[in-house]
């Protein structure tokens, strides 16, 4: 199979840019070793404004007609504090290689309509079911001493009462994992876990985050993603009505409220 490759920069976000155009060429040359019959015959590179236009795009499209050949977009992924690329392609057929499978703890700006304060951020990189889970510094500070511990339970969230318990017959912890980060500044989000919403959408995902702030002392907050969450978008830790306001399919408890703790599956 031959192919046109298609890659996407941010001349306002260049850290960003280069970080990702690096990624973008790795995974297509990734993409090329693993099928021996698979060829990249040329390439176009989109500098991304903000506009609508994609010249970039309809050039490598015209080039896919005229030799009968694929399109291969090389990501889908937010540049920076942009948007994701949503690829709405009929006249040519198009490929696009897996994403970077990146380590816990990996940084990048906050994505486009970040709430203010904190939040979890499921990137699905404009995609089906499986997400990378991400804590977002939505704040005017730096956040130091991140200890973030992701449950997966079964229960029913308006079953549970402000005062139940870990022995709570209706609560059954099916998950436990903890990530930690040393810092996290405003404006950027850390990577945690991922999330696959035909899997995991089955579960309550109650986050508990342990944090210091700049006068050095700790603060909590939890938020608890209902079942049958689709794997998009922000959820803010707080008051219920705060996450309905961005995710109507999303819930969270309020941090003052005293649900079940869980023991922390590993030291940080």
Known sequence: MRAIAYYRTRPCDPIASKRLISEQRSAVALWVASHKDHEVIAEHTEHENGCSERPALKAAIQECREKDVCLLIASTEAIGHG????????????????????????????????PEGFSLFFDNHAEGYESDIYLCNGSDGTIANITARLVGATAVLDDLSPTATANDSRLLVTSTETR?????????????????????????LICDLIYRVGDGSEAKARTIVDKGYNGRGFVRFGHPKNAKAIVDTTRTADCTTHLPSFQQDSPC
């Open 180 to 204: 930690c980060m040393e810092s996290l500044q405003p404006g950027h989000m850390g990577l945690l876990s991922g999330y696959n919403a035909i899997f995991d959408g089955d579960f309550l």
């Open 83 to 114: 948007e994701p690329f949503y690829p709405r392609i009929l006249s040519v057929p198009f490929i696009k290689p897996p994403w970077p499978r990146r380590a816990s703890g990996y940084i990048k700006p906050t994505a486009k309509n970040a």
